[in-house]
């Protein structure tokens, strides 16, 4: 064994007579001493070496009188106790490298006393699984347990879920959700965030229950999408009927296709037909940045003819925390009705300067129209595109979206294929960053549409 995996087989067993040795540390020393006769060894000696000091230990905690007349006795029982410890260890020993790892692969790693109820992908940013205390970053598919929460952080992130009975959860970013199942019945909690699901037919005495901390929902099988914070809910059915009940009164409605709902104190509970999405989109901030903006600071240049009102990449905190070193521009995420619905010849125009020109970057978060989660992602576009500018010149630039490319975790934009958005996807969230050094970016107008060429005044 090289020095390293000494250390490392010591600190294994440290923890493991503590008392603190986690599951997949546990599976790391039972392959250890499966697989290694020298860590066998010292596995043995180290447990000699335990019995020593237990029974040290105990030595040293009785009065000098009552040790003296009782020396023989104890001699008796010390040699009784490291024979004793002696067998436990070769008991242990067996067990371990004979059973654990057997058990561990039956009752499926860690969690094992509780179903996999699905499995768990990373589509993009970062993704956590919390299962009893602990978490796990997600760089690859993994089950998901009963019991276990998602955590899909900042503001980009996104996260798919399939489910045993093959229902399908498509997760934005800044959300967390926690999966259950009990007697049969698989239960979601949105304890904030939004996410969209196509949910397979249920059986009628157990549908899928979406809860929030203001509302329940009994889906039997349906294409929904649901968002929620801590006061409000709002879901939207897109195909099927769910049944959605207030929690602070229990009044219920039933929300059908094409219908959408929201759950607040302040209003009532009733359903309306559930938004288009339209195919354009325009904003001048002429009048401050529109509710809802969280990312970029107003301001009003003087003596300027270009701008009566701009927005500037600014650092801000995601809701959870996250992204606090990013200089960005950020519309606000519209995951229910959605931007924008892109077309073939859907453009984006945007006029801006730089203070420091330089590299930045547009990304774009696109759902499919039918909720379908093998369509959900982000897609990229960097300034590689456009011309650099002049330090404070303005520019229009004119891009089609058939240019972004679909961003793929670890693979460089240089590196990503021609997989663009497709006719009838909606965006969802659109973003300007210049990542962690501040270029001075403002953006004086945005707009979207199907024109092939700007116009001078906004459309």
Known sequence: MTAEAKNRLEALL??????????DDELQLAELL?????????????????ADLHWDYASATVSQPEANSRTGREESGRKRNVQSYGVAAAVLLLTIAGGVLLTWRLRGGVGGDRPVIGRLTRLAGEVQVVDRGRTQAVKQDVDLRAKASIHVVGLTGLAALRLDDGTEVSIAGETHIECRREAGRTSITLHEGYLSANVTAQAAARPLLIQTS?????????????????????LGVQQGRVRLKR????ETIEVQSGQYAVVSQRSALETRPWPTTPETWREDFESGLPDG????????EDNTEVSRGSVRAARRFALDGSDSTLHRITLPKQWMQGLWRLETDSRLHFTFKMSR?????????????????????????????????????????????????????GVGYADLPPDSPRAGDVAYLLWFSTGDVDRGLVIDRIWIDRSSHPSEDLP
């Not at 889906?219 to 999408?225: H, M, N």
């Not at 929690?247 to 229990?250: A, M, Y």
């Open 14 to 23: 440290n923890q493991s007579v503590d008392g603190t040795l986690l599951d």
């Open 34 to 50: 499966r697989t290694d006769a020298a860590a066998r060894r010292q596995y043995r000696q180290f447990m000699a070496l335990h």
């Open 214 to 234: 203001s509302a329940e929902m009994q889906v039997l099988g349906t294409r929904l999408a649901v968002g929620a914070d801590q006061e409000t809910s709002e």
């Open 247 to 250: 929690l602070t009164d229990g």
């Open 293 to 300: 903006w969280r990312y970029g600071q107003w301001f009003r």
């Open 357 to 409: 020109p330089g590299w930045f970057q547009i990304m774009m978060g696109v759902r499919s129209d039918v909720l379908h989660p093998s369509h959900i992602g982000n897609y990229e576009l960097q300034s590689s595109f456009w011309k650099k500018g002049e330090p404070n010149e303005w520019q229009t630039v004119s891009v089609p979206f058939s240019a972004f490319r679909k961003n793929i975790p």
